[in-house]
């Protein structure tokens, strides 16, 4: 399997969603057409499901938790299950890059690093599984006080389309590992790994009606599952004004949301800083699946000694830089869809209508395909700290470059967007290292390197805009469970 591979797979497939463990189409019929962002083609649909779909994919997981075998499964077993994904999704992985890398547009590369990543989830929930416990808490003469992690009940996920397969399973291997059931309703653009999923995930012995899937536009089949009665809690990735949407959706049922919204993260360099080091790392936090990364590192802090320095290095980068189709496997493929290169290509004129100095653009490969969503990559220097590229999330291949003066400068910019999500700092001095981590606003800090999107390990979520709740790691088991006490009278 190679790039022929990744140009056909799933080629004319009406997909259907997962519900109760059946392969079920929508009630209505009606379907969504599914086209590749490398050529804007048509190559399969997926059901567009509404509000009476969503009632029977939740009804399934109500019915799972409540009444199912999963309930009841020690969570050893529980942990085996995702352990079975886990196999089953390595023994799948050069189908599942290919359908995400045509489904979303992402150079081969970055479909097989997330089959990758998506490998480490299951492998790591279900390892987890049986390693969280509760406390016994010392309390008054003639009791005894304990307390267990309690999973929610029926957890709802929507996820965005950037990372489909990835975000689906930091979300799947925490809530299952904790004894959840699920609907989980991925993004209208990219469903098709998440389904595959969902079928192996049965394979993999995972009863039925504990993972569902309904597919459909987020304005109808997210809308309705964000404000169904009988989900006890929502998780939600996207951007943070669907986020207002559903905490407002789910507020109506008094429920409990995990919020992962966007990201405006920055990437400090001080003059001490090893450039030669950092450049590479400063291109590819922003390049990665073409900048539609929530914690893309989209503006670069700079000393304003090693300024011109590290604007030139990053100047000779990205002129080189090239756009093309998925199997291409270029640096960047295109974005999601027409809207998105739309809205990429309006930032990057708006900042040249107000004088901001473009300092180098890529090119999109001359033979990509005519109808696909392309974006050549842009890097714009000593952008204003209020300009729109500044403070608003793109969402694609455009790197912004700010100099500041002295430490605290620094932090303040850093910290000078509605946003907290992610941040780097390179310098050689330790304990501004310290200083800096601490001071800025962000749920990770990178030292010396950056992460965007990596380490399934590592907590992971926002502080102001960018969100509420964490995933990743233990902490997620925490986010997918419930604290309960129980106080013994024994005299
Ligand atoms: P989006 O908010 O448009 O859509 C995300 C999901 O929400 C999709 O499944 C969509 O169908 C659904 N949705 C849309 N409207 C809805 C509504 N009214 N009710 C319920 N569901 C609805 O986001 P997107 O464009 O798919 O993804 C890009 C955004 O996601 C960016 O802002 C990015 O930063 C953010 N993101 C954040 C993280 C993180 O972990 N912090 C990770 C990836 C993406």
Do not use: V, W
């Given at each position: 399997m190679g790039t022929h591979f990744s140009r056909s797979v799933a080629e004319g497939r009406a997909f259907m969603q997962i519900i109760d463990g059946r392969p079920v189409d929508a009630l209505s019929g009606e379907r969504i057409d599914v086209a590749s962002p490398s050529d804007g083609k048509v190559f399969a649909s997926i059901p567009a499901s509404g509000e009476a779909d969503v009632d029977r994919a939740v009804k399934a997981a109500r019915h799972a938790f409540d009444e199912g075998p999963w309930g009841r499964m020690p969570a050893v077993e529980r942990g085996r299950c995702l352990t079975r994904l886990f196999q089953l999704v390595e023994k799948n992985g050069e189908e599942l890059a290919a359908l995400e890398s045509r489904d979303t547009g992402k150079p081969i590369r970055q479909g097989k690093a997330d089959v990758t990543a998506t490998m480490r989830y299951y492998e790591f929930y279900g390892g987890a599984a049986d390693k969280i416990h509760g406390d016994t808490i010392p309390f008054l003469e003639g009791y005894t006080a304990l307390t267990l992690r309690e999973p929610h009940g029926v957890v709802a996920a929507i996820t965005p389309w950037n990372y489909p397969m990835q975000i689906l399973a930091r979300v799947v291997g925490a809530a299952l590992a904790m004894g959840n059931t699920l609907v989980v309703k991925p993004a209208e653009d990219a469903s098709l790994t998440t389904l595959r999923i969902a079928e192996l995930a049965l394979e993999a012995?995972?009863?039925?009606?504990v993972f569902n899937v309904i597919t459909g536009y987020g304005r109808a089949a997210g809308a309705a599952l964000s404000a169904h009665?009988?989900?006890?809690y929502v998780t939600f990735t996207g951007s943070p004004l669907t986020g207002t949407a559903i905490q407002q959706a789910a507020a109506v049922n008094n429920r409990g949301v995990t919020m992962e919204l966007g990201g405006k993260s920055p990437q400090i360099v001080f003059a001490d800083a090893d450039i030669d080091a950092a450049i590479p790392v400063l291109v590819n936090a922003i390049i990665q699946n073409g900048g539609q990364t929530c914690s893309a590192g989209s503006r670069v802090l700079v000393e304003r000694p090693a300024y011109e320095k590290v604007a030139a290095a990053l100047a000779e980068r990205f002129g080189a830089l090239v756009a093309g189709p998925h199997d291409a496997d270029l640096d960047i493929g295109p974005l999601i869809n027409p809207a998105q290169r739309d809205r990429v290509g309006g930032f990057i004129a708006a900042a040249q209508d107000a004088g901001i100095p473009l300092l180098a653009r890529g090119t999109v490969a001359p033979d990509a395909p005519e109808g696909g969503y392309y974006q050549a990559p842009a890097l714009f220097g000593n952008v204003d700290p209020d300009a729109a590229l500044a403070q608003e999330e793109v969402f694609g291949p455009v790197l912004s470059l700010f100099p500041f003066t002295d430490e605290a400068d620094a932090v303040r910019l850093a910290n000078s967007t509605e946003f907290g999500l992610v941040a780097g700092v390179w310098t050689r001095d330790g304990a501004r290292q310290h200083r800096v981590a601490k001071r800025v606003r962000a749920g990770q800090v990178f030292v010396n390197g950056y992460g965007a999107g990596g380490g399934i390990e590592l907590p992971f979520g926002g502080f102001k805009k960018s969100g509420h709740g964490r995933e990743k790691g233990f902490e997620a088991l925490f986010d997918m469970s419930a604290t309960k006490t129980i106080v013994f009278n024994h005299g």
């Open positions: 012995g995972i009863p039925a009606g009665p009988l989900i006890d």
